[in-house]
């Protein structure tokens, strides 16, 4: 199904290093050349271009689930929940040791480096002006440090969802993603395998981003290839996280929080995490009939009955008085998530603020055609068309433009 990640696309590999490693990858490389023929599959960062974006702290309760054997398991939220905490003492630990918020760290010039990273950023840079025309221009208002490794988190991302989410989807294997979670690892590590790869292997040198969210991004797309079904929404939060969530958690480090801000760090990554599942839920919603066809059900199975339906009711696509009323809890729950992000977008770097608020207000009047559409997402496609796009702009722009709040909140403490 068309995944909430962000923005991603997916290049062709331009050098190589001479290693075997795609030996056994050749199902990926095709993946990759798809974006040069100009196919344009997306999840996350689907008809809107862009999708990420910052807000308060989510809510906790229910986070402690009994097993049928009477056993104590953490839900699908507080173990994201875990994994927020450990990204936001990342920046913390940074901010501490520079002294400054999220600064990047000086160019280290090395013999034949500077022009080959220099082509790699300019390849992530027209990929994405391409695939997220709307976001693109919204990064050119951020610092080059910070533009660049955006550009450079969107190709992987966007790579990475090709693999199991493109036309070549059915060469794809488990084993071709761990092969591509060991080239993972040689990015963090300093060994990128291609041109595409040198440029975030260059970017997570430059800035606090941590690789978790990286693997958990692929350990969503193992998911794709064996579960086609949810039977509750803790079990589709977590789906959720794995491949939109977290490129929230990849982007703070990067967009950076305003010095002004009195938020505390964790704060921002919950409501960049809150913006991710907002976006994906909208995701789902929209492609029902799309997945439906493909013999997926991205929605919960325990509300399902709850509501008088069934997997049969899906594939049946007609648009009745429970499937409509379904529909409104579930826009409901996604609208939510949206409000939660809202308050943290503020928070970040006074740069990065417009294209975050644009994709959230793009994104979230996904819902509202949903809505036009009498709730009919079996045989209509909702979209925000150009001219609602066009209007969106000016007001996320403004939006933009207003600071941090001065004084530190009970929900938003700086610590």
């Known amino acids: 199904m068309s995944v909430a990640l962000l923005w991603v696309v997916s290049p062709t590999s331009e050098f190589s290093n001479g290693t075997v490693f795609l030996d056994s990858f050749r199902a990926v490389s095709r993946c990759n050349n798809l974006i040069k023929k100009g196919q344009k599959k997306s999840r996350k960062f689907g008809s809107t271009n862009a999708d990420f974006g910052y807000g308060s702290r989510l809510s906790l309760t229910n986070s402690m689930i009994a097993t049928p054997a009477g056993e104590i398991a953490l839900s699908s939220e507080q173990k994201v929940y875990d994994v927020v905490l450990k990204q936001a003492a990342l920046v913390k630990r940074r901010i ?13 010039v090395l013999p034949g480096t ?17 695939y ?3 976001f693109y221009l919204g990064t050119l208002l951020m610092t080059p440090e910070r533009r660049r490794a955006i550009w450079a988190m969107y190709v992987w991302c966007r790579r990475t969802d090709e693999l199991v989410d493109g036309p070549n989807a059915s060469h794809i294997t488990p084993t071709a993603l761990d092969r591509w979670e060991d080239r993972l690892d040689d990015i963090f590590s300093g060994r990128p395998f291609d041109m595409l790869d040198a440029a975030l292997s260059d970017t997570v040198t430059r800035f606090p981003v941590d690789i978790q969210p990286f693997k958990d991004m692929i350990d969503g797309m193992r998911m794709d290839l064996w579960k086609s079904r949810y039977k509750n929404f803790d079990e589709l939060y977590l789906y959720c996280y794995y491949v939109a969530g977290t490129v929230g958690l990849m982007s703070v480090p990067i967009m950076g929080i305003a010095p ?9 990554y919950n409501a960049a995490l809150a913006l991710g599942l907002a976006n994906q839920l909208t995701n789902i919603l929209r492609d029902v009939g799309e ?3 493909r013999g997926r059900v991205y929605l919960p199975q325990d509300e399902l009955a709850q509501a008088g339906l069934s997997d049969e009711d899906i ?32 928070e970040l ?21 949903i809505e036009a559409n009498d709730y009919n997402n079996f045989t209509r496609r909702a979209y925000v068309s150009k001219p609602k796009k066009i209007l969106a702009l000016p007001l996320a722009y403004a ?7 001065s004084k530190p909140s009970s929900t938003l403490v700086k610590t």
Do not use: H
């Not at 501490?96 to 280290?108: A, G, M, Q, R, Y």
């Not at 002004?260 to 921002?268: F, K």
């Not at 729950?333 to 308050?343: G, L, M, N, P």
């Open 114 to 130: 500077v022009t080959l990273l220099s082509e790699a950023y300019d390849r992530c840079r027209e990929v994405c002006a391409e």
């Open 349 to 369: 770097s006074a740069a990065s603020r417009w294209p975050v608020w644009a994709s959230l207000l793009l994104y979230r009047q996904i819902l509202d055609e």
């Open 132 to 134: 997220a025309k709307t």
């Open 260 to 268: 002004e801000s009195q938020a505390t760090t964790e704060s921002v």
């Open 399 to 405: 939006k933009s433009l207003v600071p941090p709040s």
């Open 315 to 346: 594939f049946a696509g007609k648009v009745t008085d429970k499937w409509r009323n379904f529909m409104k809890k579930q826009i409901a729950r996604a609208r939510k998530f949206f409000d939660d992000a809202e308050s943290g977008v503020t």
């Open 96 to 108: 501490k040791k520079s002294n400054e918020d999220l600064e990047v760290k000086p160019d280290i």
């Open 291 to 293: 997945d439906a066809r």
